[in-house]
């Protein structure tokens, strides 16, 4: 696909971090960009900045997905290019005893279920939205009308300690991957997801210092953490390169998550 001035994008948790790296990697192309986030001022910010808009959408929410969806075609016609980076994490062993009375707990369902919703299930909501409208695109060459990036994460195969849902959630982006772009095959829309590892994000420019040392340290190579505009370079290649499809693309300096 070549990403111009007639391409229209919508990229989800595009307000910071990974999903802004991309707005703004599609938006130098000359891509227009919807972005999708809960973050309005943040989100606002960067629309002004890149020349796209701002939707305000909570992805577990049909009804405000629909809505961003219809404000982003609106002003920039149909999408031919999502891509999803809105999620969350949590942490909490699936059962453990109390230090301090010896009480036996368990992760409750309900912190369980919310990254569910946000990280596996919103992703499909949108994807699914998104490529209902590609399918009203004519197709261009060889038939393409589209093509979707989804995010996980290294969790989903290495999982640490507290992980059981954000691995679950993202273990379930990985799983539905192929199934996806085998689904729309046909219609001539391509899915592939990325596996970052660890990325200097707002999350992680929280830490203190000596924390990220020690997570860049524990990188392979490069020794650092990885960089928003290396995730954003990546998805822009799934999305031009036409032949790229079904494809879960580890991007981690081949770090491997030991238990904790």
């Known amino acids: 696909m070549k990403l111009d001035q007639t391409v229209s994008a919508v990229v989800t948790g595009a307000a910071s971090g990974l999903g802004e790296a991309t707005a703004r990697a599609l938006a130098a192309k000359g891509v227009k960009v919807a972005i999708f986030d809960l973050q309005k001022d943040k989100g606002e910010a960067v629309a002004a900045d890149i020349g796209g808009i701002f939707c305000e959408v909570n992805v577990t929410s049909d009804e405000s997905v629909d809505a961003g969806f219809a404000r982003a075609r609106a002003a920039h016609g149909q999408e031919s290019v999502l891509v999803c980076c809105a999620g969350t994490a949590n942490a909490m062993k699936t059962a453990s005893r109390s230090r301090e009375d010896g009480s036996i707990g368990h992760f409750s369902l309900e912190a369980f279920n919310w990254v569910i919703q946000i ?74 997801t990325i596996l970052p590892g660890i990325f200097n994000t707002p999350l992680m420019q929280g830490l203190p210092a000596p924390v990220k040392d020690a997570l860049a340290t524990s990188v392979p190579f490069p020794k650092r953490l990885g960089n928003p505009a290396e995730y954003a370079g990546l998805a822009l290649t799934m999305i031009e390169n036409d032949y790229f499809n079904g494809e879960d693309v580890r991007l981690d300096g081949a770090i491997r998550m030991a238990p904790r």
Do not use: W
């Open 119 to 192: 990280n596996l299930v919103g992703t499909f909501r949108c994807v699914a939205k998104s490529a209902a409208g590609m399918l009203t695109l004519a197709p261009g060459a060889h038939g393409a009308r589209g093509a979707i990036v989804m995010t996980a994460s290294v969790a989903a195969e290495d999982g640490q300690i507290g992980q059981a849902a954000y691995s679950a959630s993202k273990g379930g982006v990985v799983g539905m991957t192929l199934p996806i772009a085998r689904d729309l095959m046909s219609e001539g829309i391509r899915v592939n």
